[in-house]
């Protein structure tokens, strides 16, 4: 009998589990959709200028999210504080690999630059940089919403 309990707990578990991830999934699948029809409107793509916008945009995510990937550890030293409890010359590597990653950073986004102006007008890739000030600032909102609850716009 105890075995039987124990396996519905399991199965039950697994699938929660399941359905925890699938809605994680889907709610970055939506954030993704919202991105996507966002942009291309506001940048006014053409199809054929969206595909390769498309393909550019995410290999330039790509190289970001490693990048930052990469230096998560030093940044949550940082700001749990935990640098109180180091050594000066940990901190100072801790410190300067944040600022080689700034610069990593501007690198890449000088890289994709050049990449958006070889598919794109100069008029389209001032239009992305706006669009994407714009739907950050929208982002910010909806968490800021969704953290206050009790202050939704309606």
Same mark, same amino acid.
């Given at each position: 009998?105890?075995?039987?309990?124990?396996?519905?707990?399991?199965?039950?578990?697994?699938?929660?589990?399941?359905?925890?991830?699938?809605?994680?999934?889907?709610?970055?699948?939506?954030?993704? =959709?919202?991105?996507?029809?966002?942009?291309?409107?506001?940048?006014?793509?053409?199809?054929?200028? =969206?595909?390769?916008?498309?393909?550019?945009?995410?290999?330039? *995510?790509?190289?970001?999210?490693?990048?930052?990937?990469?230096?998560?550890?030093?940044?949550?030293?940082?700001?749990?504080?935990?640098?109180? *409890?180091?050594?000066?010359?940990?901190?100072? *590597?801790?410190?300067?690999?944040?600022?080689?990653?700034?610069?990593?950073?501007?690198?890449?986004?000088?890289?994709?630059?050049?990449?958006?102006?070889?598919?794109?007008?100069?008029?389209?890739?001032?239009?992305?940089?706006?669009?994407?000030?714009?739907?950050?600032?929208?982002?910010?909102?909806?968490?800021?919403?969704?953290?206050?609850?009790?202050?939704?716009?309606?």
């Amino acid at each position: 009998m105890k075995i039987t309990y124990k396996l519905c707990f399991i199965i039950i578990f697994c699938l929660s589990q399941q359905l925890i991830y699938a809605q994680a999934s889907k709610g970055k699948t939506k954030l993704d =959709s919202q991105k996507i029809a966002f942009y291309t409107s506001k940048i006014e793509l053409t199809v054929e200028e =969206s595909k390769d916008f498309w393909a550019v945009y995410n290999e330039m *995510e790509n190289e970001i999210k490693a990048l930052k990937s990469k230096n998560a550890h030093g940044k949550m030293i940082l700001i749990n504080k935990k640098y109180l *409890e180091l050594s000066d010359y940990e901190l100072e *590597e801790i410190l300067d690999s944040k600022l080689k990653m700034g610069k990593d950073l501007m690198d890449i986004k000088i890289k994709y630059h050049e990449k958006f102006k070889e598919i794109l007008s100069i008029q389209k890739v001032a239009k992305y940089y706006q669009s994407t000030r714009e739907f950050k600032k929208i982002q910010s909102e909806r968490k800021k919403q969704h953290s206050n609850p009790g202050e939704r716009k309606r």
